[in-house]
């Protein structure tokens, strides 16, 4: 092995950028409380990037599930929560703003969208008559039991666009538990959990955060819930680094082994044997049933299809020193550690696509906000956006610290840690904007996770977890 993690991982951090879609990495040990802000303890609502949920014209327009127009009387159920359309909404979501619009009305009608499964109400969210132009109009709307909402048109056929611009999650506390000032159960509260030895790559199932530790060649997992770890750390293989979520199951990249070990997230019991995939794999992603790994060893990106763990085609040839995967919906995207490039994969076809998009010097993280990809450069302490569509760099470079090392994107703001700085930076994705002053967490914080209430560091060399309020 070519490496040394004191010498190489410490002070480049290499392995600390393990990108993944919203996610990258993990830390270790302390007792001190941080807060990011105050943050409200009732449902907290989040806008972002306007997304297309649904629409029912034919292709090429068709989004979502539907490509044909609702017919009068018609109620049609769709999956919001998770990834569907152009959207990703997290899970905990219980309320969504939508831009609905209806397209082409052959009568006079009207919309009423409401929570999946529940019963209909006589409200109307929308009007309509025949022949009228596009209106769209702003609905608030609950997600039901299943995740889902009902569209439902008394009139019809008619064509029906919806746009998300927002969501609400559910409260950190319940109103029993505020009523008797029970903040021990408040999900945001801020605080440190001690982890395993060297833990680096964090991931979050929905449920719980989880963190792989290095030095132990272990996964840790806790509950942000009780800021307590869960059960006993599941052993994997040889220097774990990177970790995703496929829905079922955990996937953790052993990069001492060159290969893949599956946990089921419900029980923690590691499912099957190892997986193997390139030399040195580090950053993992899960792209449409299929896991990307970035295998810094061979310049390669291996594909498994998360269902069976075969090989889902041929490794991906890219650059030097792949580190960071992240999937934008349609591309999987790479950071080039060594060429300071980001390369760019058709996620369904295994492709190149463009050329290698310089970014700056020893890029390693990755995240996208719905609309760019934003790329930490560890070796020049920026954070570079990237038009997700285009593969265009958007406006300057921006400085964020001596060694950005990992991104989240919380649904307003990138999160950047420093991890020579010993602390975390925020930018406003909409103005892209430096929010000031740094948020001093642990010791060399290599890695971050939203869970959707929480922004999760990891501090290596303090062996502990350090978890933020977002808001």
Known sequence: MRWSFRTEVLPRLRW???GVAVAVLAGVGGVRVVSASGGAVTPDQTLITPCRLLDTRPAPRTVGPRATPLVAGEVLAVQVVGRNGNCDIPSGTVGLVLNVTVVSPASNGYLTVYPGGATRPTA?????????????????????????????????PVNVLADVAGFTTSSRMTTTDLSLLRWQRDRGRPGTVDAGGSPLGLATDGS???????????????????????????????????????GTYMWVSSAGLGE?????????????APVVVGAQPSGVAVADGTVWVANQGDGTVSRIDAATGADAGPPVTVGAAPLAVAFDGQRVWVTNYDDGTVSRIDAST????????????????????????WVANQGDGTV?????????VAGSPITVGSSPLALAFDGTRVWVADGLGDAVTRIDVATAELLTPPIPVGDQPSGLVFDGTSVWTSDFAAATLTKLRAR
């Not at 702003?138 to 019809?156: E, M, N, P, R, W």
């Open 208 to 246: 719980l955060v989880w963190a792989t530790n290095f030095l132990d060649g272990t996964v840790s997992r806790v509950d942000p819930a009780t800021n307590a770890t869960v059960g006993s750390p599941v052993a994997v293989g040889t220097f774990p680094v990177g970790l995703a979520f496929d």
């Open 350 to 373: 295994g492709v190149i696509v463009g050329g290698p998009i310089t970014v700056g010097t020893q890029p390693c993280a990755l995240a996208f906000d719905g609309v760019n990809m």
């Open 260 to 272: 893949l070990t599956r946990i089921n997230a419900t029980t923690g019991a590691v499912f099957g």
């Open 16 to 18: 600390a950028s393990v």
């Open 124 to 156: 109307s969210n929308l009007n309509f008559t025949a022949g009228q132009a596009a209106v769209p109009n702003q609905v608030t709307v609950g997600v039901g039991a299943t995740g889902q909402i009902a569209i439902y048109a008394s009139g019809g």
């Open 384 to 392: 570079v956006r990237i038009d997700a569509a285009s593969g265009v």
